[in-house]
């Protein structure tokens, strides 16, 4: 499960730094290149997340890639609900409501892409509200709640007899 945790913290980071870096562009954005390598992910687009993630005057943000993170990001929650047998309990819920959140900004960056989200990257503009993006990677948004939430399970985890 540590590996799951670790990979979904290496997305969200992805997408809240894509998203701080629209709001604040910084010519020397942080780089997650040696965490996506250490993960093994084999995309070296998405190096460059920050650096092409743009805001719009009226706000919206655009995020390279957004479709393939977030689909990650739920994939991801899955994959740690399932490891840890969450089904039915309060924690596996908490976890089928962030996945529908995510749903919905997979939707609004592209109407039935929450069904038919890409496998591999594709570049794109894709505009999202700043509401829904602040939601999702402000400083109380729902990637700060996962990754307590994820970081708690961990915890759990490490504590169990034979783990």
């Known amino acids: 499960m540590e590996l799951h945790i670790r990979r979904l913290r290496y997305f969200m980071d992805l997408l809240e730094t894509g998203?701080?870096?629209?709001?604040?562009?910084?010519?020397?954005?942080?780089?997650?290149?040696?965490d996506r390598i250490a993960l093994g992910i084999d995309v070296p687009e998405l190096d460059?997340?920050?650096?092409?993630?743009?805001?719009?005057?009226?706000?919206?943000?655009?995020?390279?890639?957004?479709?393939?993170?977030?689909?990650?990001?739920?994939?991801?929650?899955?994959?740690?609900?399932?490891?840890?047998?969450?089904?039915?309990?309060?924690?596996?819920?908490?976890?089928?409501l962030a996945r529908g959140t995510l749903r919905r900004v997979l939707e609004q960056a592209s109407p039935g892409s929450a069904t038919a989200a890409p496998d591999l990257p594709r570049l794109g503009d894709i505009f999202l509200s700043?509401?829904?993006?602040?939601?999702?990677?402000?400083?109380?948004?729902?990637?700060?709640?996962?990754a307590g939430q994820c970081e708690a399970l961990l915890a759990v985890e490490s504590v169990r007899p034979g783990h």
């Open 19 to 34: 998203y701080h870096h629209a709001l604040h562009p910084d010519p020397l954005p942080r780089s997650l290149r040696a």
């Open 48 to 96: 460059a997340v920050p650096l092409w993630s743009v805001k719009q005057r009226d706000g919206a943000v655009a995020i390279p890639f957004v479709e393939f993170i977030v689909t990650q990001i739920s994939r991801t929650l899955e994959a740690i609900a399932d490891d840890a047998g969450l089904s039915g309990s309060a924690a596996g819920e908490d976890l089928i």
């Open 130 to 146: 700043g509401e829904i993006l602040d939601e999702v990677c402000g400083p109380k948004g729902l990637l700060q709640t996962i």
